[in-house]
């Protein structure tokens, strides 16, 4: 929001929310999956890229994490998880436990 100039309640009406919910995710928690990809949507980034914090001084591009940029075929790829994430419940609960194990072994290191 900040990069892009966006007040709380500007990004609420474009995403068809009320402020107090923006207020929240701002404050710490964490939207819906819906939202995520409204919001992701409205600053062109990747649902990822909410999570990891990255972002770019240019509007509307979002930056990696890394130096360089991602490959064709890893950006393929993104594009593959993120269709598959949206259109499956399923897929998401499938792939929760996956992604607690990644997350602990990031937790050990």
Excluded at 60 to 78: H, I, N, P, T
Aim: charged content about 25%; proline content about 5%; cysteine-free.
């Amino acid at each position: 929001m900040k990069r892009d100039g966006v007040k709380q309640k500007d990004l609420g009406a474009a995403l068809g929310v009320v402020q107090g919910a923006v207020s929240a995710w701002v404050n710490g928690k964490t939207p819906d999956f819906p939202n995520q990809q409204k919001i992701a949507k409205f600053f062109r980034v990747s649902v990822a890229d909410l999570f990891t914090g990255a972002s770019s001084d240019a509007p509307g591009k979002s930056s990696m994490s890394f130096d360089k940029l991602e490959s064709a075929e890893v950006m393929e790829l993104r594009e593959q998880f993120n269709e598959l994430i949206a259109s499956s419940p399923e897929a998401i609960a499938a792939l929760k436990p996956f992604l607690n194990y990644l997350r602990q072994g990031k937790k050990q290191k």
